[in-house]
C-alpha cells in the first residue's frame, strides 16, 4: 500500500513529500515524525515505533540496528535498562536491575523492616536482679538481665569445679609402681594409656632400649648383626686402606664424618652363614668389601644401589671374586 506525497491524514499531519511504502496495508496512512521514533499507527489504534537515531535522525528496521549504528558512528552506547529505584536510564551488557552500587543497598537494604528477620523491634521487659525496665530485641532466648547487671556479672554463679565438685572427678591421683625402676609414684587415671606404667622419661628409654630390641621390634627379619667371626678385624682394615678412609660412592672422608667410614659386605654375611657349600670366613674377602658413609651404607642395604655397581667402584669382576673365594678356601 502507498500513500502519495502531501495526502493530509486524520491527525491533520502532512505525509513528507516521498512515497512511502508501508509493510503491512492494514496501515494507516499517516507518517509521524517523534522525538526518537517514526510511529506507524495501525487501524485499531496500536502503535508501532521504528527505531530512531536521536544524534543524527537516521532511522533503522530494530532497534538492534540502532544500538549498533549509535555504537559505531557516534561512539557512544544507548542506554538499554532502566533502573528499578530512581528511573536513570543505563547501559549494561547483562542483566541489571540498578544503575549503582548505591541504588542497590538502597533496595535491598537488611535494617529495620526490610531485614526478613525483623519482628517488630526491641521489646521492654524487667530485670530479675534489680527490677529495672529495659529494652532487648526479642528472640528465641527470653531478655532476664539489664546491661548494667550484665556488665556488673551480677547474675553469674561461678560453680564449684574442683576436686569431688567436678563432674568428671575420678578419686584424684592413683599410686603406681614403676616398671623399671620399681618407684612408686602418683598419676592421674586419664594419663595412664598402657599396661606398662614408667614414672620418668630416662626410665621410658630404658624400657623401650630393652623392649624394642631384637625380637621384640616389629621390624624383626630374624637377626644377622652378630659376630662376623674370625679374620673380620683385619679385613676391614685392609678395606679401609685399600679405599683411603672415604665413602667410595660419593667421597665423604673420615675428616668429614669425624669417624671411621662403615665397611659394607657387598653379598651380606648372612648368606654365606646360610649356605652349605661356603662359610662365614669367605663373606670377609676384600673383593667383598667396600667402604661407605652412613647414608649410602643404608641405601646399599636397602638394596637402592646395585650390587654391579658397587663391584664397579672397586673394580671388581666377577671372576676375580670366584678366584678369591677359591683361594680363601685353600687357606
Known amino acids: 500500500m502507498r500513500v502519495r506525497a502531501g495526502v493530509v491524514a486524520s491527525f491533520g499531519l502532512v505525509v513528507p513529500k516521498r512515497r512511502v511504502r508501508f509493510p503491512r496495508p492494514d496501515w494507516q496512512k499517516i507518517y509521524i515524525f517523534g522525538d526518537r521514533f ?41 542506554p538499554n535498562r532502566t533502573c528499578e529505584r530512581c528511573g536513570t536510564e543505563f547501559f549494561c551488557e547483562y542483566a541489571r536491575k540498578y544503575c549503582s552500587r548505591e541504588c542497590l543497598k538502597a533496595s535491598t537494604s537488611q535494617t529495620g523492616e526490610s531485614n526478613p528477620n525483623y519482628r517488630g523491634g526491641k521489646t521492654s521487659t524487667t530485670c530479675e536482679l534489680c527490677d529495672t525496665e529495659f529494652e532487648y530485641y526479642e528472640s528465641t ?17 561461678v560453680p564449684k569445679l574442683m576436686q569431688k565438685d567436678n563432674p568428671q572427678w575420678k578419686d584424684g591421683k592413683t599410686t603406681l609402681t614403676c616398671d623399671v625402676c620399681e618407684r612408686s609414684f602418683k598419676r ?6 598402657s599396661e606398662t606404667t614408667v614414672c620418668s622419661r630416662d626410665c621410658l628409654n630404658e624400657w623401650l632400649s630393652e623392649e624394642f630390641t631384637g625380637e621384640g621390634h616389629p621390624n624383626w627379619k630374624g637377626g644377622g648383626n652378630q ?11 685392609r678395606a679401609l686402606e685399600r679405599d683411603r678412609y672415604q665413602c667410595k660412592l660419593c667421597g665423604t672422608t673420615q675428616a668429614d664424618l669425624s669417624r671411621k667410614p662403615d665397611v659394607h659386605h657387598i653379598i651380606p654375611v648372612r648368606l654365606f652363614e646360610a649356605s652349605q657349600s661356603h662359610n662365614i670366613k669367605e663373606a670377609h674377602i676384600l673383593h667383598n668389601l667396600i667402604c661407605l658413609c652412613p647414608s649410602c651404607h643404608r641405601r646399599a642395604e636397602f638394596g637402592v644401589v646395585d650390587r654391579d655397581r658397587l663391584y664397579e667402584l672397586i673394580g671388581v669382576n666377577q671372576s676375580d671374586i670366584d678366584t678369591a673365594v677359591m683361594d680363601s678356601d685353600s687357606r
Open 141 to 157: 532466648k527470653k531478655g532476664l538481665y539489664c546491661p548494667s547487671c550484665v556488665v556488673n556479672e551480677t547474675w553469674r554463679k
Open 38 to 78: 517514526r510511529r506507524f499507527i495501525f487501524d485499531n489504534g496500536t502503535i508501532c515505533r521504528v527505531p530512531r537515531c536521536p544524534t543524527c535522525g537516521a532511522t533503522f528496521d530494530t532497534r538492534r540496528g540502532l544500538g549498533v549504528h549509535h555504537s559505531l558512528k557516534h561512539e557512544e552506547r544507548l
Open 227 to 237: 659376630e662376623y667371626g674370625p679374620g673380620w678385624k683385619e679385613a676391614r682394615e
Open 188 to 193: 592421674y587415671p586419664s594419663q595412664i594409656q
